[in-house]
C-alpha cells in the first residue's frame, strides 16, 4: 500500500521555506532521549538500588517498556498522521502529545544542537496548521475569531483601534481597513491585542469555536500553546521594518483560510504569499 501525501499539506513559502522534516526530526530525535531516559528503569533491576526487592523490580521493567512502547506508538502515530493526513486509532491525542510533549523538548534539543529556534517554530506552526485542518469542523461565522497584532496598524496613526477597531478609518495606510472588510464581509469576530495576555483574556470572552491568528512565529507557537484544546490556525506575517513594527498580512491566503472554516471551500489554494500593499 502506498502512502500519499497529505491532502492538507501547506506551501513552505507561506511558512519562511519551513518543511515538516524539521519537525519530524526533532520529534524523533526527542522520542529517543526520553526513550534512553527510560531506559533507566530496565538498568535498575541490575543494580544495587533494588537488590532484593523483587516486585519493585519487575514493577521497573514493566513501566520502562509500557512507556517506551506507548512513546514509540505515539511517535509513529504522529508522523504517519502529518505525512498522510489520516488518523490512526488514538489520534484524538495527536495534538496534544504535539503541542503538550514534543515542542518544548523540541525547542531545548535544536538549542542544543544549534538549530535556528526561529525554523523549528515555522516548523511547528506549519504541522499544527496542518492538523487543524485534517481535523476541522465548519465553524459558524460568530464562532471564528480573527485575532490580530497591535503592530500590524500603521505605527504613525492617531488613532488607537487595540479596545474598538472600528475606529479605524481605512484609509489604506495599512491592512487594518482591507480586514475590516474581511470581517464585514463574511460576518466574522474580530480583535487586536497587544500581547499574550490581552490576546488570552479575548479569547475568554468571545469564546471562539476556532481561532485564525496572526502574529510572528514566537506569539503564533505560545498562543497555540496557550489556547489549546481550541483549534488554532497560525499565519505568519511580514516584518519589512523590523519586529513589532508596521508588519504586513497576506490578504489572499488569509480570506482563503476563512471561506475553508467556514464552509465556503472546500480545500486551500496554492498560490503565492502576496502581502498587503498600500
Not at 464581509?185 to 499574550?196: D, E, M, P, V
Request: aromatic share 6%.
Amino acid at each position: 500500500m502506498k502512502l500519499r501525501k497529505s491532502p492538507f499539506s501547506l506551501p513552505p513559502d507561506q511558512y519562511g521555506g519551513a518543511r515538516k522534516r524539521t519537525f519530524i526530526g526533532l520529534m524523533l530525535a526527542s522520542s529517543v532521549v526520553l526513550c534512553l531516559g527510560l531506559a533507566i528503569f530496565l538498568i535498575l533491576p541490575w543494580s544495587d538500588a533494588l537488590s532484593g526487592v523483587v516486585w519493585l523490580e519487575r514493577l521497573s521493567v514493566v513501566v520502562a517498556l509500557v512507556c517506551i512502547t506507548a512513546l514509540m506508538w505515539l511517535s509513529l502515530m504522529l508522523v504517519f498522521h502529518i505525512y498522510t493526513g489520516k488518523a490512526l486509532p488514538g489520534a484524538g491525542s495527536v495534538r496534544h502529545v504535539t503541542i503538550r510533549l514534543y515542542f518544548p523538548l523540541m525547542e531545548l534539543l535544536a538549542k542544543f544542537v544549534g538549530i535556528d529556534r526561529g525554523s523549528v517554530r515555522r516548523s511547528f506552526i506549519k504541522v499544527n496548521n496542518e492538523l487543524v485542518l485534517s481535523r476541522r469542523k465548519t465553524v459558524e461565522p460568530h464562532k471564528l475569531l480573527l485575532l490580530l497584532p497591535h503592530c500590524v496598524q500603521r505605527s504613525a496613526c492617531p488613532h488607537r483601534l487595540v479596545h474598538n477597531a472600528d475606529l479605524c478609518l481605512r484609509c489604506g495606510g495599512c491592512p487594518v481597513g482591507a480586514l475590516l472588510d474581511l470581517r464585514d464581509k463574511y460576518g466574522i469576530r474580530f480583535a487586536i491585542a497587544t500581547g499574550g495576555t490581552i490576546a488570552r483574556r479575548i479569547v475568554v470572552q468571545t469564546r471562539p469555536d476556532c481561532i485564525i491568528a496572526v502574529a510572528c512565529e514566537r506569539d503564533l507557537t505560545s498562543g497555540i500553546q496557550d489556547s489549546y484544546p481550541l483549534p488554532v490556525f497560525g499565519v505568519l506575517n511580514s516584518r519589512p521594518k523590523g519586529p513589532c513594527l508596521d508588519t504586513l498580512v497576506p490578504l489572499e491566503a488569509l480570506e482563503d483560510v476563512i471561506r475553508l472554516f467556514l464552509g465556503l471551500s472546500d480545500s486551500l489554494t496554492p498560490q503565492p504569499l502576496l502581502l498587503w500593499k498600500r
